[in-house]
């Protein structure tokens, strides 16, 4: 649901190193008692005794004394030679790094520890200390660091055939689609998970951390009758755990385990309208939480607000709204704040409080702009570090250094854009805003359009970015012996992926500028023939003579008109490249015709490519629509080319009688005259 807050934080390893409570006020009483007795002990039980301090002070919260027990129980493990015990002794200092946020250390020392534990075969732990650093990378914000870390983990588990591995791996890989929206792809991770574990005993408790991150994610995509189905499986586990988990008697029905599950299966229940039945489980958990000031409790309040939102109750349903909206702030949890405003905000609504419900609206939707911006940011931050290479020669990494300062100058351009166009659409929203319900629909149509531009460029922009990762890493790793051959195919590569992201930036500046742009001056006198066979002869250069370009004129060689050369550049060039992208054999044909009157100038383009299917033709003028999605491009180009046509005062059209690919006719005043 939030992705910080109201999900609960991993539980790994959670009945070896559970969740800290409270101390009891005589555990340092308790420690001081064992202390007395270790003179005394000797073996197994010195060992047994310096493991009971380290869970004591775990417990307790004492981060000081907890460090120094595991040092002690790490030593006199060493020195007995237990190497069972020094496993658990160096997995507990990993998750004490964890849990202390000293992650220099804990990515320092993870290697040698794990290590260890090679050498051990002890693969429990093994892959535990390896989720365990994927789980740091998600939840510091390096989601793509953390899917190549998790990748090796998975292969290094299909190798050893260890299905506690593939699990662990799957559920780590789970949770880093889900981190950046990949919500079908962490549908398969967490499936593929619970698989694997299911067929080892050890890996049934890691099943309880599965469960609420496969609902969150299923409650994302709205697949409520799967989600019901996977709370039946989580109240099995928990049903038949109750002894392991010491749920059993009064504690289960107040616990935080079955407060996840009653959340879970209610948000299940009422997506699927299913109302009373989700009213009765939140009773429940509202019976249980209603005393405490924690993340269970927060997760209860929202979803009795989103009941009584459906059961129209709206006094309730802003009662406790009110609960929690106020324990957060957009510097702790803006993904929170912006959950919690969106469902205030629709609760106003549907009780008809339209004036503050608008007023929260812009505030939702400035807020998701500012996450959306922040997104990309941490992601070219994130590929800044994959980029780095320690290792390499001279000429290599100013090669490198050079292509990099390109991607990330492009990338700062297009975040720049990103923003400008924002502020620009939220301009827009303000003027139109005169009446309430039309303010209304503006701002959920100008919510969809930027999300659609920010996903539709990440998608074009991420392709030749990871290609350029990729290649970059090879280059840049010294264990790759590259010939003269190879070096030259990758840095070509590089080069290419580079100006075909340039090419992306350049098209939408060249898209604002035109946005902007509401009158050419006409000062041009263009011989119509010199015109058009130039410009055949520039897509020749790119062509290489894979089709046909041809030029056909019906026009005298004199013939001229007044109009602007960069603006007709920029429509015929856009044209003729369209024509030449979706043409796999065949010809490019421009023509240049005079109307039957004599009053207009007709240049048509013509293809024999793939055509452009009925209905699909009313929407080639649109924005961002592409008739072929798996084409490189931004949909951008034939509305930028129909706007400057009627600026020209002419016009551009698709001809719908041509049926043997696609032609398109630029009509233009046949004015040879200067004014």
């Not at 800290?20 to 197994?44: F, M, N, T």
């Not at 792809?185 to 005993?201: H, T």
């Not at 229940?269 to 009213?279: D, P, T, V």
Request: some cysteine.
């Amino acid at each position: 649901m939030f992705k910080n807050s109201l999900l609960p934080i991993l539980y790994l390893l959670l009945f070896l190193f559970p969740l800290r409570s409270k101390a009891q006020s005589s555990y340092q009483q308790q420690i001081d008692s064992i202390r007395r007795e270790i003179p005394k002990l000797e073996g197994k039980d010195l060992l047994e005794a310096y493991y009971k301090i380290y869970n004591i002070c775990y417990y307790a919260g004492d981060a000081k004394q907890e460090r120094n027990s595991i040092s002690q129980l790490l030593e006199e493990a060493e020195h007995q030679g237990d190497v069972k015990m020094q496993g658990t002794a160096r997995v507990a200092l990993l998750y004490y790094y964890y849990n202390a946020d000293m992650k220099d250390s804990l990515i320092s020392e993870f290697p040698q520890q794990q290590e260890f534990l090679l050498k051990q075969k002890d693969w429990k732990y093994y892959y535990d200390i390896w989720v365990l650093i994927v789980n740091h990378h998600i939840f510091t914000g390096h989601s793509n660091t953390a899917l190549r870390e998790v990748k090796r983990m998975y292969e290094d588990a299909q190798k050893r055939e260890n299905n506690y591995g593939i699990g662990l791996a799957s559920y780590g890989m789970g949770n880093a689609y889900m981190d950046i929206g990949l919500h079908e792809e962490a549908i398969e991770a967490y499936e593929r998970c619970i698989k694997a574990l299911n067929q080892v005993e050890k890996g049934s408790s890691t099943l309880l951390d599965v469960y609420p991150y496969y609902c969150s994610v299923l409650s994302e995509v709205k697949n409520y009758k799967r989600m019901l189905e996977i709370t039946d499986q989580w109240r099995f586990y928990l049903d038949s755990h109750k002894k392991e988990l010491g749920l059993e008697g009064e504690k289960g029905a107040h616990s935080t385990y079955y407060t996840y599950y009653y959340n879970s299966r209610a948000t299940a229940l009422l997506g699927l309208g299913k109302i009373s039945e989700a009213e009765e489980l939140l009773k429940r958990a509202y019976e249980a939480t209603k005393d405490m000031r924690d993340n269970s409790q927060l997760t209860v309040f929202y979803n009795m607000g989103q009941l009584y939102l459906k059961k129209g109750d709206y006094e309730k349903a802003l009662h406790f709204n009110n609960q929690i909206i106020g324990r957060y702030t957009v510097q702790e949890d803006p993904s929170g704040v912006l959950m919690l405003k969106k469902q205030r905000a629709e609760i106003l609504f549907q009780s008809h409080q339209y004036e503050e419900a608008s007023y929260l609206y812009k505030q939702v939707f400035l807020l998701a702009d500012s996450l959306n911006i922040n997104s990309v940011k941490n992601q070219l931050n994130e590929f800044n570090t994959l980029f780095k290479v320690d290792e390499l020669e001279k000429e290599q990494r100013e090669e490198h250094t050079r292509h990099v300062y390109i991607v990330l100058g492009i990338i700062i351009a297009a975040l720049l854009l990103i923003g400008l166009l924002g502020l620009y659409f939220v301009n827009r929203l303000r003027q139109k805003n005169s009446e309430l319900a039309l303010a209304l629909d503006h701002a959920h149509e100008s919510d969809r359009m930027k999300t659609a531009f920010v996903q539709h460029i990440s998608h074009e922009i991420r392709t030749p970015l990871n290609v350029i990762t990729g290649f970059a890493q090879v280059i840049g790793n010294p264990n790759f012996k590259l010939s003269t051959e190879e070096r030259v195919d990758i840095v070509e590569s590089i080069e290419t992926n580079t100006r075909e992201i340039t090419n992306f930036v350049n098209e939408l500046l060249e898209f604002s500028e035109n946005e902007g742009q509401n009158h050419y001056e006409k000062e041009d006198v263009i011989n119509v023939n010199g015109f058009c066979q130039d410009i055949i002869h520039r897509a020749e250069q790119v062509n290489n003579g894979r089709l046909e370009l041809l030029y056909e004129s019906l026009v005298d060689d004199s013939q001229t008109i007044i109009s602007n050369v960069d603006a007709l550049q920029r429509i015929l060039r856009q044209l003729v490249s369209n024509g030449m992208k979706f043409t796999e054999k065949g010809s490019v044909k421009l023509r240049a015709q005079l109307s039957e009157d004599l009053s207009m100038l007709n240049i048509s383009v013509t293809d024999t490519g793939i055509g452009i299917p009925k209905d699909q033709r009313e929407r080639v003028f649109e924005k961002f629509y592409k008739v072929d999605s798996f084409k490189r491009g931004l949909g951008l180009g034939l509305p930028m080319a129909h706007r400057i046509a009627r600026i020209l005062g002419g016009d551009l059209r698709l001809d719908d009688t041509y049926t043997k690919g696609t032609r398109f006719i630029l009509s233009l005043p046949n004015q040879n005259k200067l004014p």
